[in-house]
């Protein structure tokens, strides 16, 4: 299936038959019909159809040899098999031939409907899972950054150039957002990749000593300095060196930092030898670094010297699409950690939960809170009760009032409709295991309407199964 309807053959040799099923799928599904075995092996010899509605007891060629001929050309291509005397052994047969279900005449026409839309999903799967393998599809991660947002595809797209450029980067982003992940994805896409990742955190370097640590000193340059030592700068030659909450640079390092990224030279703190460095730098801030210039905490020429190529970690709570798919990565990851057997994944309404949670502390609050869900858990999955208590009491998230006041009043309605929509689905399809059908169903929509507001809102029905 590649967009447009879908191809539906219809096989029996009743003809009142033919036509009540063509009734049933006038909408939304393109239907063929052939009134015997042999027509309809011969069609699907040379078309591609969905799914096949075949009846059991045929003139020419009997629906199990109908099926097999479809499993054999096209294996994705569902078979619903149809009988007037159905049987245990026909039915068991059936399925283990590869057909995807029967129905048993006569049959409500609402369930011959939900059946083929069943079977029609499937193969839609199929093909996209298909497309995905064969192109590399939507990345769903980039080095050991998961989610597959547009939001996150847009970074790495964006991390991917960086790390061709070489040149200076700030990572922007609420704390928790990935930005040492991103650092870390950027190095090692890089030329620079088999030299050294030197990270910093120059907000846990004491104020007296990080000149020294950044530049390194000379022998007695200070009490204390017995010997000469080289800085972390010397130390990432070569490679690149991350400066982790770099707003929190005291101003006298600040000065240092500016100079040694335009000159690409620095000092050992008491030398006056200038020594060449060739360090890629790379920075995060979870503040608001122009701000901080206004407050005049931060230099100007420091903030567009780092200012080359931001890049901005987005909060979990505006790409809520992200929560289902890093969920399962992360009850994977502490499963396999804890030793803990978790084949049944997370019950549907702990996902629902976890989907609805604003996480404040984002991609990290997460992780923490299901690798806790993972170890108080008993049985074969997560359920609501291992959630920590905020995250399980969580009612699905609101717009918030004091970000819309910043927008005009039609974007601001507009942006509040938005967000309201992909919460709804999100709980949606989280309700319905990724059931498009049955989510439909209860949404009181055409199944390609949703499938259209899914694909609008960046929602993939797989990631709630
Ligand atoms: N997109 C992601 N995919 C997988 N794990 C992630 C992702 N984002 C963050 N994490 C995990 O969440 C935790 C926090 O990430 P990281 O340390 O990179 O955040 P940060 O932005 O540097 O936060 P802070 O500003 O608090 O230092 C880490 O354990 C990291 O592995
Ligand atoms: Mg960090």
């Known amino acids: 299936m590649t967009g447009g309807p879908v191809r539906v053959l219809v096989a029996d040799d009743k003809e009142n038959m033919r036509k009540l099923l063509a009734k049933i799928l006038a909408d939304g599904y393109a239907v063929e019909e052939a009134e015997d075995g042999a027509r309809a092996l011969s069609l699907v010899a040379t078309r591609p159809y969905d799914v096949v509605v075949t009846d059991i007891r045929m003139p020419g060629a009997d629906g199990f040899e109908l099926l097999g001929a479809v499993k054999a050309r096209a294996p994705d291509t569902e078979v619903v098999m149809m009988t007037g005397y159905a049987t245990i052994a026909d039915a068991v047969r059936a399925m283990r031939m590869g057909a995807f279900d029967y129905l048993e005449k006569p049959f409500d026409p609402d369930a011959a409907l939900a059946v083929v839309a069943r079977a029609a999903e499937h193969k839609r799967l199929a093909d996209a899972a298909r497309r995905d393998d064969a192109s590399g599809g939507e990345p769903s991660s980039f080095h050991n950054l998961v989610g597959r947002s547009a939001r996150m595809r847009a970074v790495y797209g964006l991390l991917d150039k960086a790390a061709g450029l070489d040149i200076t980067v700030l990572l922007l982003g609420e704390t928790g957002t990935g930005k040492e992940l991103a650092a870390r994805a950027i190095h090692y896409h890089s030329a620079r990749r088999e030299r050294r990742f030197v990270p910093v955190n120059c907000g846990a370097l004491p104020a007296e000593l990080v000149e020294s640590e950044l530049f390194g000193h000379a022998r007695g340059a200070f009490t204390g300095a017995a010997a000469a030592k080289a800085g972390l700068f010397e130390e990432a030659q070569g490679g690149s060196l991350f400066l982790d909450e770099v707003g929190e640079l005291p101003l006298p390092a600040q000065v240092k930092l500016n100079r040694a990224l335009q000159e690409r030279e620095i000092r050992r703190v008491g030398d006056t030898q200038p020594l060449k460095v060739d360090v890629r730098v790379i920075a995060a801030t979870h503040r608001d670094l122009r701000e901080e210039v206004r407050a005049g905490r931060f230099r100007e020429d420091l903030f567009y010297r780092l200012h ?12 809520a699409e992200d929560v289902p798919l890093l969920a399962q990565h992360f009850l994977a990851k502490h499963a396999r950690a804890l030793r803990r057997e978790l084949a049944g994944g997370f019950d549907p309404e702990a996902l629902r939960r976890l989907a609805g949670y604003p996480w404040p502390g984002n991609v990290r609050e997460l992780e923490n809170a299901v690798e806790r869900a993972v170890a108080v858990s008993s049985g074969d999955r997560v359920r609501v009760a291992d959630l920590p208590a905020e995250v399980a009491g969580a009612a699905p998230a609101g717009p918030e009032p004091a970000d819309l006041a910043k927008l005009p009043y039609k974007e601001a309605v507009a942006e509040a409709r938005d967000r309201t929509s992909r919460e709804y689905l999100v709980a949606l399809l989280a309700e319905f295991g990724g ?28 990631d709630f199964k």
């Open 435 to 462: 059931n498009v059908t049955r989510a439909a169903e209860r949404a009181g929509m055409e199944r390609e309407s949703l499938h259209r507001l899914l694909r609008r809102y960046g929602l993939r029905s797989d």
């Open 308 to 319: 080359v190529f931001p890049v901005t970690l987005p909060p979990l709570r505006e790409r």
